[in-house]
């Protein structure tokens, strides 16, 4: 029973980071339909832009008491700016004049994007893994007979506040509006007045930026990363996207912390070596059975 | 009868739309003046919907120009065009259904930066289609479709045009409901804002116009005053169905 619950918030830390990185995936298939396949290499570079920073801050090791949150406020920030921009120029150099392309053509360039990425990463930080800083303090709180560190509580933490800030942004500010509506009808949203490239934009900032936050999440829970992470993890994301209802927030969440635990309890259960055999079982299932997703919504269309 | 399109509010000249190698649109003229309300005529396929979309900046024409307020429109993105007080219901009505009532008017007056007078804007669209009112916060998608069609023009009516370029706004609904359309856009204009209406139910659109054009494959073939239209034999013989 005690390794039940171990294993569960194991797996509800890296449900969360999946959670983050499924929100990009999901945030631009709504807007544009592309599954931008170089979405995972920006979560792999968020985690080497935080490298940097930390590196330019002088961390190398624990941080205690209230410097923790300064030095991980800067560094997340950080990263995720930096991936929003990635976000944004991939967006603007690669996509936007494939924009009316049909769907082939997009998808092979996302494919494309993502390993010029990974050469890039490469080239940057070599072809080994790279060690990340055990930034968190180590020490375990117990929580009713379950050991909860303080990195797992910040994980969870840091993906559930960020995910209720997406939905306020979404839901209540003009720009959220106006992504939505762009998202259901690009050129009726012209019509209002929105400016479509300026939207797609900033959906594509928002979604790289969490990547990059997610990026830093899990370098800090691994202490390591490497240039080729993205490809496993941004796979992942996608099936929890998927699994979620592709094109829908709150799905991308589910899906992000249900892919997380069953991962963690296939990989305890069967074994590691069964982990990612389970979760594309999940895709290729969630695709035959229900391929508008577990939330995905079925909406009257009055013609 | 032919007037003048110097100083009008809307000014299009020899405007040609084709797609791909299909010419939707052979050179047509066409002029609203402030606080008419203008009706374009045609059948199927005659190319007034392209008309339409060409004034809005979402058809780019091969030649010939589009004014607004006395201003080239060539090279304006059509979301500045919406911004300048030109604003385009168009075909098909395209409302936002998966967002609600008041989200979808709210996105009319998206270029209103101002809270109050996005408020505002909204009591007196409600006070034109209470209907809307009693379901503000449902989806849109559970209107029925003339009451789908009342958010389409009050929808339009939040970004406080100027001109308003309706497309079809009868099409489909109960005659209850089309009677209401046309009441609606009768009293729109009253209020002060300038109607291109195109227009299958040619007899109620001319009722309520001041002038009308006829448009036959892209070509614009006769404009008159809406009197003379409704007294002419021949137009009633082919729009009017006699
Ligand atoms: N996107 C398009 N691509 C190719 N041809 C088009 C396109 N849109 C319209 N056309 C063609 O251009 C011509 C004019 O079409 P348009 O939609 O402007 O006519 P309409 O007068 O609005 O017709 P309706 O009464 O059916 O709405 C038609 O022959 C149509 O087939
Ligand atoms: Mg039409």
């Known amino acids: 029973m005690h390794e039940f619950f171990a294993q569960l918030v194991n797996g509800i830390a890296l449900g969360g980071i999946y959670a983050l990185i ?3 995936y999901t945030m631009v298939y709504g807007i544009i339909e592309l599954i931008n396949f170089a979405h995972g290499d920006v979560y792999t570079l968020g985690s080497f832009f935080s490298l940097t920073i930390l590196g330019a801050l002088g961390v190398s090791g624990e941080v205690r008491g209230p410097l923790l949150i300064v030095d991980v406020g800067v560094t997340i920030i950080g990263a995720a700016m930096l991936c929003g921009i990635v976000g944004i120029l991939i967006e603007r150099l690669a996509y936007r004049r494939l924009r009316f392309a049909g769907r082939l053509a997009p998808l092979i360039t996302a494919i494309g994007v993502s390993f010029i990425l990974e050469n890039v990463m490469q080239v940057w930080r070599g072809p080994s893994p790279v060690a990340f800083p055990a930034v968190f303090p180590t020490h375990i709180y117990n929580v009713g007979g379950v050991g909860i560190s303080l990195l797992q509580l910040a994980v969870v933490t840091l993906a559930i506040g960020t995910m209720l800030l997406l939905e306020f942004f979404v839901h209540h500010t003009r720009f959220g509006q106006a992504m939505r509506a762009t998202a259901q009808d690009r050129e009726a949203a012209t019509l209002m007045g929105i400016d479509i490239n300026r939207t797609i934009a900033l959906t594509f900032f928002v979604g790289s930026a969490l990547a990059g936050l997610a990026g830093f999440v899990s370098g800090a829970y691994y202490q390591s990363t490497w240039f080729f992470n993205g490809f496993g993890a941004g796979l992942k994301a996608f099936t929890a996207a998927v699994l979620g209802g592709i094109g829908n927030l709150a799905g991308a969440m589910l899906g992000g912390f249900l892919i997380g635990i069953i991962e963690s309890f296939a990989t305890w259960k069967l074994g590691g070596q069964w982990s990612n055999v389970t979760v594309f079982t999940i895709l290729v299932l969630t695709l035959v059975f229900r ?5 995905g919504e079925v909406t009257p269309e009055k013609v | 009868m032919s007037t003048s399109a110097a100083g009008s509010m809307l000014d299009v000249r020899d405007l040609v739309v084709r797609y791909g190698g299909v010419t939707a649109l052979h050179g047509c003229s066409l002029h609203v003046d402030t606080g008419e309300i203008v009706a374009l005529l045609g059948g199927n396929g005659a190319g ?4 339409l979309r060409s004034i809005s900046g979402l058809v780019r024409p091969a030649s010939g120009s589009v004014a607004f307020l006395g201003r080239s429109l060539s090279g304006t993105a059509p979301f500045n065009i919406a911004r300048s007080g030109l604003v385009h219901a168009p075909e098909g009505r395209r409302i936002f259904t998966r967002m609600t009532i008041r989200e979808n008017l709210d996105l009319g ?5 101002s809270r109050q007078e996005a408020d505002r804007r909204r009591q007196e669209v409600l006070s034109i289609f209470p ?11 559970t209107l029925s479709g003339g009451e789908q069609q009342m958010l389409a023009i009050g929808r339009a009516l939040m970004a406080g045009p100027q001109l308003l370029l309706l497309d079809e706004p009868s099409l489909g609904l109960a005659p209850l409901f089309v009677q209401t359309i046309f009441k609606v856009i009768r009293e729109i204009n009253e209020r002060g804002t300038a109607v291109l209406l195109v227009e299958q139910n040619a007899r109620a659109a001319l009722h309520i116009a001041a002038r009308a054009y006829l448009l036959e494959n892209g070509c614009i073939v006769r404009e008159a005053s809406a009197e003379a239209m409704l007294d002419d034999p021949s137009v009633v013989a082919a729009y009017l169905g006699a």
Do not use: C, F, H, N
């Not at chain 2, 007056?109 to 930066?113: C, E, G, K, N």
């Not at chain 2, 209907?131 to 998608?141: F, I, K, P, V």
């Open chain 1, 22 to 24: 499924a929100l990009g």
């Open chain 2, 109 to 113: 007056a998206y270029a209103v930066r």
């Open chain 1, 291 to 295: 391929p508008a997703g577990l939330l």
């Open chain 2, 48 to 51: 007034k919907t392209t008309m």
């Open chain 2, 131 to 141: 209907r809307l009112q009693e379901r503000l916060d449902q989806s849109a998608g």
